[in-house]
C-alpha cells in the first residue's frame, strides 16, 4: 500500500530530506507559528503571549534574533511578555547589539496609582541581570 504525503503538512528541509513539522518537537512548532504570525502581521503588530513557551532558553536568543530581522523587514511591532529571566536574558543578548529596535517595559501595580510602567534601557537590564535584580 501506497501513502501519499498530506499536502497540509507543513515540512521542513534539510539535507533534502522532508521532514514533517510536527516529528521536531514542541519548540520548532512554537518558532513556526511566530514566524507565520509576523509575516500575516506585515505594516502591523504582533502580540506573543508568555514568549518563552515551549522554546528551550537555550534556543531563545535565536528566535529573538528572527524576530527582530522579520520585524524589522516586514514593518511589524511586536509586544511578547514573559515571566522568565532567561527570555529577558535571550532578549537583551540581542537587543544590545541594536538597541534602536526594542525596548523593554516592566509592569508593576500599585495599590494607589494602579498599573506602572517602568521602560528599562539596555544598561539598566544589563545591570539587573548581572545582579540577580527583579525585571520581569
Known amino acids: 500500500m501506497i501513502v501519499k504525503p498530506d499536502k497540509n503538512i507543513p515540512m521542513i528541509f534539510f539535507k533534502n530530506e522532508r521532514i514533517p513539522l510536527k516529528h521536531l518537537g514542541e519548540?520548532?512548532?512554537?518558532?513556526f507559528h511566530i514566524?507565520?504570525?509576523?509575516?500575516?502581521?506585515?505594516?502591523?503588530?504582533?502580540?506573543?503571549?508568555?514568549?518563552e513557551n515551549g522554546l528551550h532558553y537555550?534556543?531563545?536568543?535565536?528566535?529573538?534574533?528572527?524576530?527582530?530581522?522579520?520585524?524589522?523587514?516586514?514593518?511589524v511591532q511586536v509586544f511578547a511578555t514573559t515571566h522568565s529571566?532567561?527570555?529577558?536574558?535571550?532578549?537583551?543578548?540581542?537587543?544590545?547589539s541594536q538597541e534602536d529596535e526594542g525596548t523593554l517595559h516592566r509592569l508593576d501595580n500599585d495599590?494607589?496609582?494602579?498599573?506602572?510602567?517602568?521602560p528599562y534601557?539596555?544598561?539598566?537590564?544589563?545591570?539587573?541581570?548581572d545582579r540577580s535584580g527583579e525585571i520581569r
Open 27 to 31: 519548540g520548532m512548532y512554537r518558532v
Open 35 to 51: 514566524i507565520l504570525a509576523l509575516v500575516n502581521a506585515k505594516n502591523g503588530f504582533l502580540l506573543i503571549d508568555e514568549f
Open 58 to 75: 537555550t534556543v531563545q536568543p535565536k528566535v529573538w534574533e528572527l524576530i527582530f530581522k522579520l520585524a524589522k523587514e516586514l514593518n
Open 85 to 96: 529571566k532567561d527570555c529577558v536574558e535571550g532578549f537583551h543578548a540581542v537587543w544590545e
Open 111 to 118: 495599590p494607589d496609582e494602579g498599573v506602572i510602567v517602568m
Open 121 to 129: 534601557n539596555c544598561e539598566l537590564v544589563a545591570y539587573a541581570l
